[in-house]
């Protein structure tokens, strides 16, 4: 599939940017890529955004009257449905009229509805939100980042299966190594919950080399971390607010230094911008909700033009590789024997 095939389904009115951040980043994926994008939302709010970004011919609007807020109850947002410009966004990928969906709205309605207009693949009890991280070595894979706070032994499995199904065909890494989060190398340590699902994930049709630690999300060997929900996204958040804080205290060293000081900062501008791109979350797009029967991606709350951007071009690599497919066949054998 070029490019070119590929139609993305974006909710123009979800996060706190929008729609005007939503507007501008999914022109500027449409101008680079040649991807057909459909911006669902009020058309009275969007017409006037893509006429000041110049929009290309292939970004279209699909007209809905109703927006589910940052804040709404899930069950509020899925008894609402199509008629939301997040529900439309989903519908449009089950209806086949497009690719892929990204929002930047509500994370916990996107995930119902979601699971609920697509449904679950076979196999699976629970989806779960993938993050990529920017590791030593390359991308790592975090799953689960917030869909689920708590969790059954059995969907750890599965989040390592689609965490590994999603390395290969999107990330390229041909036999993704897969680690439990836990507070200690050895298989005796951990919860219960690590405890139980250790021996589950080393019969797992995955590459499973042990438990991780914290310190190994970005420094160690794993291409895949499979974890709780809670755990996951608390992990996540930190590692988040770090990435800020360190850039942040050294903006507020170098405007105290001497002169000097200064000059050189200055010289290194260049290496200080090329890091702080690869740990801002911005640059990964979002996170693909993974199990459920189409390419689903939730972007951050405070999404810019350039989150939208990177998102798209996730959508372009899922669609391309055959996201969906990819996973359904490593879950086949055990779905064939449940």
């Known amino acids: 599939m070029n490019d070119s095939d590929v139609i993305i389904a974006i ?43 110049g929009a290309p011919a292939n970004v279209s609007i699909v007209a809905t009257s109703e927006t589910v807020a940052m804040d709404e109850a899930p069950a509020i947002a899925v008894r609402r449905g199509g008629a939301t410009s997040m529900g439309k966004t989903i519908d449009l990928v089950r209806d086949g009229e497009a690719h892929a969906a990204f929002s930047a709205g509500n994370s916990g309605a996107f995930l119902a509805l979601a699971t609920i207009r697509l449904s679950r693949l076979p196999g699976i009890a629970r989806p779960g939100f993938a993050t990529a991280w920017p590791a030593h070595k390359g991308p790592m894979l975090l799953v689960d980042a ?13 989040f390592a299966v689609m965490g590994s199904a999603y390395s290969r065909a999107v990330l390229g890494i041909p036999d993704p190594k897969v680690g439990l989060l836990s507070v200690g190398e050895e298989e005796s340590k951990g919860n219960a919950l690590t405890a139980e699902a250790f021996p589950l994930l080393s019969a797992a049709p995955i590459h499973f080399i042990g438990n991780v630690e914290g310190r190994d999300l970005l420094l160690g060997d794993a291409d895949v971390v499979v974890a709780d929900g809670f755990v996951g996204n608390v992990a996540l958040k930190t590692a988040e607010g770090t990435s800020e804080y360190i850039f942040k205290l050294l903006r507020e060293a170098i405007e105290e230094a001497p002169i000097h000081v200064k000059a050189g900062a200055a010289l290194l501008r260049p290496v200080f911008r090329g890091v702080r791109s690869r740990l801002d979350h911005r640059y990964h797009g979002g996170a693909p909700l993974l199990g459920v029967r189409g390419n689903c991606i939730i972007g951050h709350g405070r999404a810019d033009a350039l989150t939208v951007y990177h998102a798209c071009k996730m959508a372009l690599r899922a669609a391309r590789q055959d996201l969906v497919g990819s996973i359904e066949r490593m879950l086949a054998p055990a779905a064939a024997q449940a």
Not at 29 to 40: D, K, P
Not at 146 to 158: H, M, P
């Open 146 to 158: 917030g869909a689920n706070v708590d969790c059954k032994a059995e969907w750890l499995v599965q």
């Open 11 to 53: 909710d123009g009115m979800g996060g706190d940017l929008a729609p005007d951040a939503i507007v501008a980043g999914a022109c500027r994926a449409a101008r680079e890529w040649g991807c057909r994008i459909l911006l669902v939302g009020d058309r009275s709010a969007l017409e006037p955004l893509l006429k000041r970004e």
